[in-house]
């Protein structure tokens, strides 16, 4: 039985996928990212129990990658989607948001055939993504001045292109893995925790597309440092 526990759980992250879709359809996006971030438990789960249980298997593999589009690829383009017919401005912008599911397609089955995101990502991973787009409202809510800004629909619109195609760059981001607790040698992954922490603390959920807009940036530095290191 044990080894179908992981797969349990991976059902589960695939049942808040499909419930988000189902309330943000029905109008109650902030509800959105509730659903997003309880699937990114689970997700993070079913890969924990997997490796606890020694339970890896094909099938788990594949269900976690159709999981993971549903939740955080079909349910954050559906959210976009909405925002974006909120604004009212333009017929046809709305349907601009279906970039981030077919990217986040295109960005499980890369990852799923790529050998080298073993030690960092290649592209932001969907989970990210979904986050920062469920939890724009929020910010909107949080910030009220700022929110005005990135949910215009022309501004929304841009970073609904921005994100999808940040999530088939062939851009090395940090993965949150820890060989050692080294300040010196982690001390980017520590930064980035340590403004998750105050972020949070301070806007709540709202305060979550601050914390992908900043991995974004460190992620960027590191690359730059690892790239300046391996010249010299």
Known sequence: MKKHIPNLITCLNLCSGMAGI???????????????????VFDFLDGFLAKLLSAHSEIGKQLDSLADMVTF???PAFIAFKLLQSGGQLEYLPYLAFLIGIQSALRLAKFNIDER???????LPT?????FFSTLPHLALSIPSLGKTLLHPI?????????????????PLLALKFK???????????????VGFFV??????GGVPFIIVTYLGLSMVDHSLTKNAVQL
């Open 117 to 123: 995101q073993s030690e960092r990502f290649i592209g």
């Open 180 to 194: 050692t607790f080294s300040v010196k040698k982690n001390f980017l992954k520590y930064t980035l925790l340590a």
């Open 200 to 205: 949070l603390v301070f806007w709540g959920v």
């Open 22 to 40: 189902y309330v943000v359809l029905e109008g109650r996006i902030l509800w959105g990212a509730y659903f997003v971030m309880a699937a990114a």
């Open 155 to 171: 501004v929304l619109g841009l970073l609904v292109v921005i994100f999808a195609f940040l999530l088939t760059a062939e851009l």
């Open 127 to 131: 989970p990210a993504n979904a986050l």
């Open 73 to 75: 690829g079909v349910l």
